[in-house]
Structures are given as C-alpha cells and as structure tokens.
C-alpha cells in the first residue's frame, strides 16, 4: 500500500502562486504514475495533472495548461505541483495520486490517493 502525503495548500489572493507536494512512501513500480486531482465542493473530481516516471511525460487539463506545472526532483520521489496565475475557479481540495500504469488525466487508473490538501484563491 503507497502512502501520498500532500503539503503546500492555502490561501492566496487571485493572480498568486503556490507549489504543492506530493511524498510517496515508496518510489516503485507502483508509482509509475504520479498525478494532481482536484475536487471542488459540489463539482466532479478533475484531472489536473500527470506525469510518467518512464520517460517524463506530461497531461493537463486544459483549464490549467500554461498555469501549472508539474513535476518530480530528479532521483528524488517527490511530485511537484507549480501554479502560477491562480484563478478563483482553481479552488479546490487538490489531491495526489499513484498507480503502476500509464498515465490518464481521468485518474481512472490509480490505485492509491492521499488525503488532500485545500487551495483557496481570493478575488
């Protein structure tokens, strides 16, 4: 069982940044996927971000291309999550999540989830 501990939530005023973490427990085969999803009250989870530990690739959701980032520290476990420009329709609980997979933006595939960590953007 992976263990995602996600940190880096707040408030901040619309047009600011945060970078969020993602800590898994262990960096195996069953994190081949790493990914940032996002629910906000009343609304459907999202799929925000994702990134393939193989060769690096990359999704996004189109609501956040160009805004956001994501990433893994070279040699390291640790997923990234930059946002820059942060609307207020980006407020949501944000979530990590791991899979031994490919990569889907849905996060249909992904066996292990945290426990989330809130962002709030100010108008």
């Known amino acids: 069982q992976v263990q995602l501990v996600e940190s880096g939530g707040g408030a901040v005023q619309a047009g600011g940044s945060l970078r969020l973490a993602c800590v898994p427990s262990?960096?195996?085969?069953?994190?081949?996927?790493m990914g940032w999803f996002r629910q906000a009250p009343g609304k459907e989870r999202e799929g925000v971000a994702t990134?393939?530990?193989?060769?690096?690739?990359?999704k996004y959701a189109d609501s956040v291309k160009g805004r956001f980032t994501v990433s893994r520290e070279r040699g390291k476990s640790t997923l990234y999550l930059e946002m820059s420009s942060l609307k207020p329709e980006d407020s949501a609980m944000y979530y990590c999540?791991?899979?031994?997979?490919?990569?889907?933006?849905?996060?249909?595939?992904?066996?292990?989830w945290g426990k989330g960590t809130l962002v709030t953007i100010e108008s």
């Open positions: 990134l393939y530990r193989y060769d690096g690739s990359t």
């Open positions: 999540a791991a899979g031994p997979r490919r990569c889907r933006i849905s996060g249909d595939d992904m066996d292990y």
């Open positions: 262990e960096h195996t085969y069953r994190t081949t996927c």
